[in-house]
């Protein structure tokens, strides 16, 4: 996936990613833990959340759904 990301990345346009591809490069947005973050890393924090959120719904329910997928792991 980085390959796609990096052209983005370089042409300035903010490429938020989920916490697996910390170090990956400037230009790349993971999320910050702690407390006292600044006002922009709380919103972007916020809008990782914010996409990340239906992909984990809809993983739920297919899960819940169907029985054959309860035993699938995708370590």
């Known amino acids: 996936v ?3 990301l ?3 990345a370089a042409r300035g346009l903010p490429t938020l990613t989920d916490k697996g591809y910390a ?3 400037i230009g790349i947005h993971v999320p910050h833990k702690g407390r006292n973050l600044d006002a922009s890393t709380r919103s972007r924090n916020l809008a990782i959340a914010a996409l990340r959120a239906p992909a984990e719904r809809a993983n ?3 899960k819940s759904t169907w029985k054959a997928l ?3 792991t995708l370590c």
């Open 6 to 8: 990096y052209p983005a």
């Open 60 to 62: 739920a329910l297919l």
């Open 23 to 25: 170090g990956a490069g």
């Open 2 to 4: 980085l390959p796609a």
């Open 70 to 72: 309860r035993r699938i």
